[in-house]
């Protein structure tokens, strides 16, 4: 039983470039989140999918877009990446959406 | 305001000490408390869930006054390993449901 695994853990891009960040889960959990990291600015929602074939905005959903491709995987996509995209991304997922959220170990990512 | 907020300290105290953390919450309608524990570049873990009772695990016993909307976790006899940074988190269930994550206590226990 992995938990919650992310791809890759570590990712070095050039403004502009594009790159898709993986998550599965194998704890038959309904819902799945993508947060973002950064100094003195705490966890973050980025997106997030209360149910297969649902997603929503979070908090900061700009320049990022996600599919929730079966139950267990949900993958976020920078389209265009720029600097200020530079942090730390973790996936989470949860029985629903009001249940406790379990973490991957997260994904550093430089944008030069 | 930050919904939600925390001394970020560093607390800093020796082994076998009792600290508390506070943490407060903007949103009287949250429904749910947690708190996590996040080691350095690691993700964040469960600690404990809070009740409206408050609840107890260990030498962890975790408080929510709604009256005076904050949640309070306590630490006895400190372990070195008890290092890390705790995170307050709420829920709010409405037409936005979501978790709400604090930045974060840093605790540092010493020999």
């Known amino acids: 039983n992995a938990g919650v695994t992310q791809t890759p853990k570590f990712q070095v891009l050039k403004t502009g470039q594009s790159m898709t960040l993986q998550c599965a889960q194998d704890?038959?959990?309904?819902?799945m989140y993508w947060y973002r990291q950064d100094p003195g600015m705490g966890l973050r929602l980025i997106y997030y999918s209360a149910s297969e074939g649902t997603t929503d905005k979070g908090e900061v959903p700009n320049g990022y877009n996600v599919s929730r491709l079966n139950k267990r995987e949900f993958s976020l996509r920078l389209e265009s990446a720029a600097p200020s995209q530079t942090s730390v991304y973790f996936c989470?997922?949860?029985?629903?959406?009001?249940?406790?959220?379990?973490f991957g170990p997260g994904t550093r990512l430089t944008v030069l | 305001r930050k919904e939600v907020e925390q001394d970020p300290g560093p607390f800093n105290v020796p082994e076998g000490a009792t600290v508390a953390f506070n943490c407060t919450y903007s949103n009287s309608a949250s429904q749910s408390f947690f708190w996590y524990r996040q080691d350095c570049r690691k993700e964040p873990k469960l600690l404990m869930s809070?009740?409206?009772s408050g609840n107890e695990d260990g030498r962890f016993t975790a408080q929510l006054n709604r009256a005076s909307q904050y949640i309070s976790l306590l630490i006895r006899d400190s372990k070195l390993s008890d290092s890390a940074t705790y995170l307050c988190?709420?829920?709010?269930?409405?037409?936005?449901?979501?978790?709400?994550f604090g930045t974060g206590t840093r605790l540092q226990v010493t020999l």
């Open positions: 809070v009740y409206s």
């Open positions: 704890m038959n959990h309904n819902s």
């Open positions: 989470a997922s949860s029985v629903g959406v009001r249940n406790e959220q379990f």
């Open positions: 988190v709420s829920w709010f269930e409405g037409t936005a449901s979501k978790l709400t």
